[in-house]
């Protein structure tokens, strides 16, 4: 790799480039990089949700697949919160994400729960189970969003 | 789940509710899905890099769970490029990419490959081999990026 590409690669997200990488992650990184994961998570939530709702055919092996993904998905979400990133760029986080984080860590640890039994569930063949698991799982959002997540 | 609050999500997100989701995908929603997944690889590309770079210390165990993370990521990004997305939101994707198809899916796969291979090979002890599967993985990025992705 050339050094020069990977500055201008890193510099184009907004990373900072000197020591300590990590922790000098800008706040509107942070929150681009959570707004990402949420719409990956959405890309694959939505046919999951047609099919819950029949206004797409049923078809369990991509049903399985994307739970596999929000399962995934789930895991990656609470790094995309470090303090200081609820402000930075255009974010609908509330500050109480920061004023209760442990509430908040519980309620994203139930999200990653939900959707690790949607992806174990979906794998199987029993569509009813799957509809079931996947409403557990779109709770879990809502149980977050409702007191995390600013109205639009 | 409420079908009420399930529709807000969804329209939020930019998903088209009717049937036939995945036909009615917007182009928008199909560039800030890819968009999405981009951040969500710079955001584990640029620690990893800053260890190869030795700006940060080298931590195996974390370089290898990026690497499994850039390897899961690989393969969610061809979806996000259906045809008819190269315009409706802000993009850097070249109109190119639908002009070229086979030859956009085989850097693609490239990419798939060499994450792979860097996943496989960080998971082991030897710091060298990890920075070479590394700079191979790059390699993949700038190859499609130099030709499908416009210049800022």
């Given at each position: 790799m050339r050094p020069a590409y990977?500055?201008?690669l890193l510099?184009?997200?907004?990373?900072?480039l000197s020591?300590?990488?990590l922790a000098a992650v800008k706040p509107e990184t942070a929150i681009r990089y959570r707004q990402?994961?949420?719409?990956a998570i959405l890309w694959n939530f939505a046919p999951m949700?047609?099919?819950?709702?029949?206004?797409q055919p049923w078809d369990q092996a991509d049903f399985a697949r994307r739970a596999q993904r929000l399962a995934f998905y789930s895991q990656q979400l609470l790094e995309g919160f470090p303090p200081?990133?609820?402000r930075g760029a255009e974010t609908?986080?509330?500050?109480?994400?920061?004023?209760?984080?442990?509430?908040?860590?519980a309620k994203m640890q139930a999200f990653e729960d939900a959707a690790a039994d949607l992806a174990k569930v979906a794998a199987g063949s029993d569509i009813e189970a799957s509809k079931q698991a996947f409403a557990q799982t779109a709770e879990a959002c809502k149980?977050?969003?409702e007191k995390y997540r600013a109205e639009d």
């Open positions: 990977a500055a201008a510099a184009l997200a907004g990373f900072a020591a300590g990488v990402g994961v949420y719409h949700n047609a099919m819950v709702r029949g206004t200081g990133s609820d609908g986080a509330k500050p109480a994400i920061w004023q209760n984080p442990e509430d908040f860590k149980r977050c969003h």
